[in-house]
């Protein structure tokens, strides 16, 4: 059965991105870029694949899941981000001309979309983001590689938006790099 693994960068308070979607406060230089570039190329965008010199394989995510607001933080940049794997976005609100061309608008119970993915044939499924959608996809969720940035927002959207509900997960690995940067790689319990 496929794996879904939130692969996210976090800050120190539990924030994946600052107000309005800034992302400005996570390093995108250091020694941590290399190992995304090595080890998580599939989470490149195509704008950046294409920046780098870099293509993905899908050897490490095929499927990508995406709440409508981290969708929508690209859009000065592209309305396709991951063309190379299955986009899925969630939203209640948005209709099909809200996204591009091939990727899935749904306004599904998230739970029920990712079961039926992960009975599917493939590579992993990557959640992407937000922190409503993984609240709403916890008890899903195989994996958790956080990339635990050397910063405090204080403000933003936090790694997991839900009510009070303890899930215990186990670090099988942690890399420091000397950007600050550390990751920490969770399996669920």
């Known amino acids: 059965m496929r794996e879904l693994t939130y692969y996210v960068a976090v800050s120190l308070d539990g924030r994946i991105s600052g107000p309005a979607d800034d992302f400005s406060a996570f390093p995108v230089e250091g020694d941590h870029i290399e190992m995304i570039k090595r080890d998580y190329r599939d989470t490149l965008s195509d704008v950046g694949l294409r920046m780098l010199g870099l293509t993905a394989d899908g050897s ?45 608008l749904t306004g599904e119970d998230p739970v ?7 009975k599917e044939e493939g590579t992993g499924i990557w959640l992407c983001g937000g922190g409503l959608l993984a609240g709403a996809l916890a008890d899903e969720i195989d994996r958790m590689v956080l990339k635990v940035n050397p910063v405090v927002l204080q403000d933003g959207p936090p790694l997991f938006a839900a009510p009070y509900a303890p899930r215990a997960f186990r670090l099988e690995r942690s890399t420091p790099y000397a950007s600050g940067v550390v990751v920490n790689e969770y399996v669920h319990a």
């Open 60 to 104: 490490r995510f095929d499927t990508t899941l995406m709440g409508w607001n981290t969708y929508a933080a690209g859009f000065a940049h592209t309305r396709d981000p991951y063309p190379h794997t299955r986009q899925y976005v969630f939203s209640r609100t948005r209709g099909p001309a809200d996204v591009a061309d091939g990727i899935a």
């Open 112 to 118: 029920e979309v990712v079961r039926r993915l992960k």
